[in-house]
Every structure is written in C-alpha cells, then in structure tokens.
C-alpha cells in the first residue's frame, strides 16, 4: 500500500514528536514486556489507557505546577535540576521513566526505578527556610505520588480519548501505587477517595517562594520552537484550568481569559486528538512490538 500525503506528515510529525519527548531514550525492543513478563502492570491495566493517551501532555504539565507548591520538593529541583538549560533533556528522561514503568518489562521497570532513587540520593540540601530536604524522603516522594497521578487522572478524564468508571479511576490509582511504594514512597492512596484527602492533607504545607514563582515562569514560556509555540499555549491554558482553585490563587495564574472552563475544552480537545493522530504510529510500532512479544 503506497503512502499519500496524511501518512507523510503523520509519520514526520510523529518522528519530531517522539524524538522531543523521548529523544534517545526510547525503549528498546527488548525492554519492553511480553507474554513471560507483562511488566509492572501489563496490557489489562487502567495504566496502559491513561499514559497512551496524548492528554498525558497536560496532565504532566500541571503536575509540575502543582509541585512548585511545595517549599522541600521545589528546594530540590531550583538547586540540583539543570531544567532551565537542558529543558528537553529532562522531558526525555522523564518520558524514558513514565515508558519504562509502563510497558517496559519488570526488568526494565526496575531499572529505571533504582536510577531515580540513585538520582534522588544526590538530591538533598538545605531549603531556603532552613529546612533540610532530600529527594528521596519519604514523604516528599508521596507528594510528587499523588501530583502526578491526580494530574494525569483529571488530564485524561477532561481531555482524553474517552472516559473512565468511578471504579476504573480507582483501579488507576491503585495501581499507580505500586510505583510510589517501589519508589520508597510512605504508603500512597488506593483509590480516588484517599487521593483526594492525601491531596488535602498536603495543603498545609504548601507555600509559594521564589523559587517556585521562578520556575513557574520558566514552564509557562519554555524555549520552545516558534512552530510549537500556540501548540504549547494551549497545553498550559488547559493545564491551568485543571489546577485547583486553592493552587491558581496560590501561584497567580487566572483562568486564561480567551480560554475560560468551558471555552479551553474544545481547543485543547482538538490538539491532544492531532497530536494522537501524529504520535499514532509510534504507538502502533510500539504495540505491534509489544503484541508480538506477547506472542512468542
């Protein structure tokens, strides 16, 4: 079957897409799960859904939001993370991480899961307010649990391609669990209920200081490519819709005026359905792989 135009620009779209977010930390063949080894979750799980939709790009975005919120953990990114140089360079090991954990098998799972604790060993310091922090602290490692995995819930639930039960959202965050717990995370929620008061409980600590204000600018105008630059636009206005009012006062970020509760829906809808599109055949290579490993 000869290829036409739209699968041209799928496919180099799709090529500029992954090569941004994975860079070359892309899994190999081998790293990813199969019929002896489905990995951490496997192709059954609510995970699989929720990080294969490109509403995950949202999601992401207002986790890293919503953790400037806290003084210990925002300490560790402002002094030890290199993001304001190398922005790219930490989306691909992030994206490597989220990939690894999800349909990477558990070897590989495990091996990116013992590379970030050994990251986080380094990560430890003094904050501004005096107070020692570390990376790999327990009770720092929920909070950016429960940030993460609120976000992408939310993420997926207004912006995805479909939607989820009650129950299915709480099987998400069940499993989700497994990764804060191998982590070293203290015990993380397990279902929607006790995400939503972990997330409560945690507002007593949160506080706005400069560092936060600081790298909060830096995520609202990256030094993105001019091409991408209305694409992103609309990423943070529907990221800054999904934050909790409590978090937009905190961080002075109104509701994007052009945007709105409901005016942000459509647009952000169309662009995580392009970006679908693009990314499609990635995802399909990928899932071919994984298929014939299942297989065999």
Known sequence: MTSGPLDSIRTRGG???????????????????????????GPASV????????AML????????????HPLAMAGVAIHSDYKN??????????RFVGATTYGSTEAAEAAIKMVRRVHGRVKGIAPDGRPYSAN??????????????????AFNSFG????????????VAEMGEIAVRLGSEPPPR????????????????????????????????PVPLAVRGS????????????????????????????????????????TRVVGWLMSAQSSSRDAEISERMLT
């Open 47 to 54: 995970v699989w859904r929720v990080h294969g939709d490109s």
């Open 137 to 154: 602290d327990p009770h720092l490692l929920l909070w950016v649990h429960i940030t993460e995995v609120d976000s992408f819930l939310r």
């Open 86 to 95: 190398d922005p790219f360079g930490r989306l691909n090991r992030t994206g």
């Open 58 to 69: 949202i999601g992401g975005l207002r986790s890293l939001l919503i953790q400037t919120l």
């Open 232 to 271: 992103y636009a609309i990423i943070t206005a529907a990221a800054i819709s999904l934050l909790p009012r409590w978090a937009r006062r905190e961080l002075r970020l109104p509701m994007p005026a052009v945007v709105g509760t409901l005016g942000v829906r459509p647009v952000a809808l169309a662009l």
């Open 15 to 41: 090529d500029w897409l992954r090569s941004t977010l994975a860079g070359d930390e892309e899994l190999r063949q081998d790293e990813l799960a199969s019929q002896d080894d489905t990995g951490l979750f």
């Open 191 to 222: 279902s929607v209920a006790e995400l939503d008061a972990c997330m409560q409980a945690f507002r007593s600590e949160c506080k706005v200081g400069p560092q936060a204000r600081e790298t909060v600018r830096f995520l609202l105008a990256p």
């Open 161 to 172: 391609n479909g939607k989820l039960t009650d129950a299915e959202k709480d099987q998400y």
